[in-house]
């Protein structure tokens, strides 16, 4: 059996480049993207699987035309295929739409054995995508992968909680939400580059998929309002000889630093 | 129809609730008192009798235990299917769950489940109108969105540190009804085969009062032993930069920031940081901010509390010294 992986990709903004304004309103200072940090990772381990265990590893970026910068980094760092679902220029920001619309890809595809996807996006950070898209497919998941195993139609894994190491074995398909320890993502081959520009992209539409556009008035959530994160106020730079600095600042800290606690919880 | 309960999804660590399980305690209880409802603390998996007391102790009304033998560890699939099939039956108003790696790989799966909305992230939450309000940091927190759930049951993710947890004086002697769902009841799709926890004896980030963190302008890696030195006499947590996780000379576990973890200790020292934007974004709720750099147009000193312009191979030791001395005093 050749494993067959799909990992999601999405494009975000690079970071402190969004900015608010007073009527709530987003800005964009260069307007430039990236692919998401986490979705590199994610293809990381599709590739290093292809590597070991010779899978087909498909890129799936779902958004407006910037992802396909991604989608082609994707192919010239060794991904096989790449699929682009439009968003008919309507940015969705919705999580839930967004999983409808990558689980209604994958399945247009012909499923996978093993979908990846990062475990957040830089965006919001909330994760939620993997989660649901494994719901909307079907298949069960794990979040937090840092290494990956698939043998005889197996996929075992190992992922992070904040007080130990899990190790989980399942069958495929199953859906991972990958973290940093992965790998760091591959540079570009030249020969990948060359290939990644003859490469066609295959190009789904909202309604190839059978699916509505996304309307906001649908949606489980509504923005009330959008705001600059409030200012931190300037504090002050000490003052005096290194002895002095320090000095006042164990006496600024004092009141709030309790010394000698003992850790919480067994860790 | 939807109660008006508020229900929280409790987190245990060698029997005892996680500290974020006691902040959405009090993040429930906020609720429940502006809803009218009960305050009902749901543990997937087993809890003993003194872990379902404290959850009593601090804000519970009531414990619901859903038990079966694949919920003795977690498994994303089986824990999320458990409590989407309760909160179908028993219809509370609302569900929290932490940011916790667990809560925030179970919460979308279930509101995918129920196709209920969620607020993920939160900072803050509030019972407006009827229905569940909260804050969400976008865009590495330069950005909050103020969101509203628009039909009930709603979920929210909220962020460690977003609620004190309550003096425990409420109830000892709650009530725990414990629910033993039917073999083959659950998935069980994925088995989880072992589980190795880690004693480093560190404090973690997320819990941390304090938290001294190191940046490429401690020059070597055997250099990062000055932040353990500092960390260990105040009791606080490690923290990192991304530029030295990539550089190898801490794990990853360590990072904060846009993609490490998001901390809000009482008191943040930044060593050698530059204060980039994207470690802004783990640590600029950080109540006090000590920004130690030999630059003095160093970013991070614009949103420090305090500044030591100076060199971290000199400050850090010093510092190290005058605490242990006051410790010793004191
Ligand atoms: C998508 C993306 C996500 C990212 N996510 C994160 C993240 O989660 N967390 C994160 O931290 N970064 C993140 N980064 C990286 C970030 O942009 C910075 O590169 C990084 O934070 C810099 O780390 P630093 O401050 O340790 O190093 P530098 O920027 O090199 O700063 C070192 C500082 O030390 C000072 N210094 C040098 N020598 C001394 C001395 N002897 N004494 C005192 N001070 C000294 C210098 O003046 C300088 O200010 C991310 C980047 C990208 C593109």
Known sequence: ?267 | MVGRDIWIWAEFCRNEPSPLTLELLAAGRFLADRSGGRVTAVVTGEVSSDGAATLGLYGADHVLVLSHPALARFSDEDHAHALAAAVKTRKPAVLLLGASIAGKSVAPRVAAKLGAGLLAECTAIDWTAETLRGVVPLYGGTVLATKEVVALPALAVMRAKSFTPLSPDGNPDVTVEEVRLAPGGLPERVKVIEVAVEETGEVRLEDADVIVSGGRGLGRSEHYKLVRELAEVLGAACGASRAIVDAGWVPYKHQVGQTGKSVKPKVYIACGISGAVQHLAGMRNSDIIVAINNDVEAPIFQLATYGIVGDVLEVLPALTAAFRKRASEG
């Open chain 1, 1 to 267: 059996m050749t494993v067959r992986i799909v990992v999601c990709l999405k494009q975000v903004p690079i970071p402190g480049d969004v900015r608010v304004n007073e009527a709530g309103e987003l800005h964009y200072l260069t307007g430039n993207t990236m692919m998401n940090l986490f979705d590199a990772h994610a293809l990381e381990g599709g590739l290093r699987l292809k590597d070991d265990v010779g899978a087909t590893v498909v890129v799936l970026g779902f958004g407006g035309g910037k992802v396909v910068e991604s989608l082609r980094q994707a192919v010239a760092m060794g991904a096989d295929q790449a699929v682009h679902v439009t968003d008919s220029g309507c940015e969705s920001i919705d999580s839930s739409y967004t999983a409808l619309v990558l689980a209604a890809a994958i399945q247009r595809l012909g499923g996978a054995d093993l979908v990846l996807v990062g475990r957040e996006s830089t965006v919001a950070n909330s994760g939620q995508v993997g989660p649901m898209l494994a719901e909307f497919l079907e298949i069960p998941h794990v979040s937090a992968v840092r290494k990956i195993w698939v043998e005889n139609e197996r996929v075992r894994v190992e992922r992070d909680l904040e007080w130990a190491v899990e190790t989980l074995d399942a069958a495929v398909p199953v859906l991972c939400t990958v973290s940093r320890e992965i790998g760091e993502p591959r540079l570009a081959s030249v020969k990948g580059v060359i290939r990644a520009k003859k490469t066609v992209i295959s190009t789904f539409s909202i309604s190839d998929l059978g699916l509505e556009p996304f309307r906001a008035g649908e949606a489980r959530t509504r923005i009330i309002k959008l705001e600059a994160a409030p200012p931190r106020p300037r504090g002050v730079l000490l003052q005096g000889s290194l002895k002095e600095q320090i000095d006042q600042l164990v006496k600024l800290l004092d009141a709030n630093i309790a010394m000698k606690r003992g850790s919480c919880c067994g860790r």
